[in-house]
């Protein structure tokens, strides 16, 4: 086995571990979740990410994970974390983020000294992982998350307002987006200017798209297609919370949070990847380093400096044909070199085979019962994009902003990441697709092709043939 791979085990022993595939680079997400000083009270635990490319498998602890979801909201229904705390703690990162961001697309970065230019990654990386760290519990929360904490005399006041209290009324990521893409091109054209302004809009985990890309994204924006959120839908909701009983209150003003927080934590972290993705592709030009290798370097071993990636030159150029890395929670980085194909029976030992499966189950995000043929697509650029029809059920690891075309298009969605605050269940509670998400597996499991009912009234999709 892998010397990472080993290690990871060794660390994970005796936890069910998760795992989620995504064109992701380890220069955007290669950090801590974790943090010893501001970790809200949740375990620590230790990332794997497996890269080649677009390609990127990583591996977490599942009750790792979903422990840091059920403290910080037993912490909260025991008195000892209010809204207002867990809300200050997000705006922090939301301001700091933005000023770093702000003032980056405003400057020129190749006029940075090498010593500014560490400084900046430094920085920009540890606003990054306390972004995370502040905010990493929203990530797996969902019912059962709930029914795990509360007393079992509040299942009753569960009961009454779940349904409700998931569906958010706030503008969504989407509306936000298309408003500000209007605003800069009203203000600046379709120019170069107007492209870097709007650089974190089209900043997918991977890498930001370059001012050319964007530049005919922005061409191409339909003006028309703005919506606004329902004023009507807000003030009802408003008029039924103020209905409720103190339980069933605080029970929803925790699951609002939770949703709109996940919903809006998208752009401090698109804009402080924009920040990453600069530093680092300058760092790595003054190194000597080329292209194809900048995002294969986690933002903690920029920190080490230019001159260390001048001595580490070599072996670092070794990353584009595949890397393990191991992010410890001191941020610590264990670093190797395999190619994905090569680590698969490392990986099914520490996940284990999967057997027939004819039916898998996941939690509600939408309600909805549908069939149709599956369409696996794991990257947007992958070619069999093209390939979606009208229909299909949209089977992925996770959903992001950039999947909405398809998202319009589904029948249903399936996912095997996700709580009720993914980008998943929010975009399909808005538009009113079926959608089950947090299946573990669906990805591994369904194939193209394999016709499905998805049974988002109870959680289920069976495999008909």
């Given at each position: 086995?892998?010397?990472?791979?080993?290690?990871?085990?060794?660390?994970?022993?005796?936890?069910?571990?998760?795992?989620?595939?995504?064109?992701?680079?380890?220069?955007?997400?290669?950090?801590?979740?974790?943090?010893?000083?501001?970790?809200?009270?949740?375990?620590?635990?230790?990332?794997?990410?497996?890269?080649?490319?677009?390609?990127?498998?990583?591996?977490?602890?599942?009750?790792?994970?979903?422990?840091?979801?059920?403290?910080?909201?037993?912490?909260?229904?025991?008195?000892?974390?209010?809204?207002?705390?867990?809300?200050?703690?997000?705006?922090?990162?939301?301001?700091?983020?933005?000023?770093?961001?702000?003032?980056?697309?405003?400057?020129?970065?190749?006029?940075?000294?090498?010593?500014?230019?560490?400084?900046?990654?430094?920085?920009?990386?540890?606003?990054?992982?306390?972004?995370t760290?502040?905010?990493?519990?929203?990530?797996?929360?969902?019912?059962?998350?709930?029914?795990?904490?509360?007393?079992?005399?509040?299942?009753?006041?569960?009961?009454?307002?779940?349904?409700?209290?998931?569906?958010?009324?706030?503008?969504?990521?989407?509306?936000?987006?298309?408003?500000?893409?209007?605003?800069?091109?009203d203000?600046?054209?379709?120019?170069?200017?107007?492209?870097?302004?709007?650089?974190?809009?089209?900043?997918?985990?991977?890498?930001?798209?370059?001012?050319?890309?964007?530049?005919?994204?922005?061409?191409?924006?339909?003006?028309?297609?703005v919506?606004?959120?329902?004023?009507?839908?807000?003030?009802?909701?408003?008029?039924?919370?103020?209905?409720?009983?103190?339980?069933?209150?605080?029970?929803?003003?925790?699951?609002?949070?939770?949703?709109?927080?996940?919903?809006?934590?998208?752009?401090?972290?698109?804009?402080?990847?924009?920040?990453?993705?600069?530093?680092?592709?300058?760092?790595?030009?003054?190194?000597?380093?080329?292209?194809?290798?900048?995002?294969?370097?986690?933002?903690?071993?920029?920190?080490?400096?230019?001159?260390?990636?001048?001595?580490?030159?070599?072996?670092?150029?070794?990353?584009?044909?595949?890397?393990?890395?191991?992010?410890?929670?001191?941020?610590?980085?264990?670093?190797?070199?395999?190619?994905?194909?090569?680590?698969?029976?490392?990986?099914?030992?520490?996940?284990?085979?999967?057997?027939?499966?004819?039916?898998?189950?996941?939690?509600?995000?939408?309600?909805?019962?549908?069939r149709?043929?599956?369409?696996?697509?794991?990257?947007?650029?992958?070619?069999?994009?093209?390939?979606f029809?009208?229909?299909?059920?949209?089977?992925?690891?996770?959903?992001?902003?950039?999947?909405?075309?398809?998202?319009?298009?589904?029948?249903?969605?399936?996912?095997?990441e996700?709580?009720?605050?993914?980008?998943?269940?929010?975009?399909?509670?808005?538009?009113?697709?079926?959608?089950?998400?947090s299946?573990k597996?669906?990805?591994?499991?369904?194939?193209?092709?394999?016709?499905?009912?998805?049974?988002?009234?109870?959680?289920?999709?069976?495999?008909i043939?």
């Amino acid at each position: 086995m892998n010397k990472i791979v080993e290690k990871f085990k060794k660390l994970t022993y005796g936890q069910n571990l998760f795992a989620f595939y995504a064109p992701l680079s380890p220069l955007l997400i290669g950090i801590p979740m974790t943090d010893h000083k501001e970790n809200l009270g949740a375990p620590f635990f230790p990332i794997l990410f497996i890269n080649k490319g677009r390609n990127t498998q990583g591996i977490v602890s599942d009750d790792a994970y979903k422990e840091l979801a059920r403290e910080v909201f037993r912490k909260y229904l025991n008195g000892k974390y209010s809204i207002s705390f867990l809300k200050k703690l997000h705006d922090k990162s939301y301001n700091e983020t933005k000023n770093l961001h702000d003032i980056i697309i405003n400057s020129d970065i190749k006029k940075y000294s090498d010593k500014d230019l560490e400084k900046l990654m430094d920085k920009a990386g540890t606003y990054l992982r306390l972004l995370t760290v502040r905010t990493i519990y929203i990530e797996t929360f969902d019912r059962q998350i709930v029914e795990d904490v509360i007393p079992n005399e509040y299942k009753k006041y569960l009961d009454n307002v779940w349904e409700k209290a998931i569906h958010p009324i706030f503008e969504s990521l989407e509306i936000r987006r298309k408003k500000e893409i209007l605003k800069i091109i009203d203000k600046y054209g379709i120019t170069d200017t107007a492209a870097r302004k709007a650089t974190y809009i089209f900043t997918d985990y991977y890498l930001p798209k370059s001012i050319g890309e964007i530049k005919e994204n922005l061409v191409n924006f339909d003006k028309n297609d703005v919506d606004n959120i329902k004023e009507d839908s807000k003030k009802n909701r408003e008029i039924w919370i103020k209905g409720l009983n103190k339980i069933e209150k605080k029970l929803v003003e925790y699951i609002q949070l939770v949703i709109e927080m996940r919903d809006v934590r998208k752009d401090p972290i698109a804009w402080i990847q924009v920040v990453i993705a600069e530093a680092g592709f300058e760092m790595a030009r003054r190194a000597g380093l080329e292209k194809s290798i900048v995002q294969t370097i986690s933002p903690f071993e920029y920190k080490n400096g230019i001159r260390w990636l001048k001595e580490n030159k070599k072996q670092l150029s070794k990353g584009k044909d595949g890397i393990v890395l191991l992010i410890n929670d001191d941020g610590n980085i264990d670093r190797d070199y395999a190619t994905p194909d090569s680590l698969k029976s490392d990986i099914k030992t520490l996940l284990g085979e999967l057997k027939d499966i004819s039916e898998i189950k996941g939690q509600i995000a939408s309600k909805g019962i549908v069939r149709g043929p599956v369409k696996i697509i794991i990257d947007m650029e992958g070619p069999e994009v093209k390939n979606f029809k009208e229909g299909d059920i949209l089977v992925t690891s996770m959903t992001r902003p950039e999947f909405i075309p398809l998202i319009k298009k589904a029948g249903a969605i399936i996912t095997n990441e996700g709580g009720i605050t993914c980008h998943a269940a929010i975009i399909s509670r808005e538009l009113g697709i079926p959608c089950i998400i947090s299946t573990k597996n669906a990805t591994q499991v369904l194939k193209d092709g394999d016709l499905v009912e998805v049974d988002a009234d109870n959680g289920i999709v069976k495999i008909i043939k």
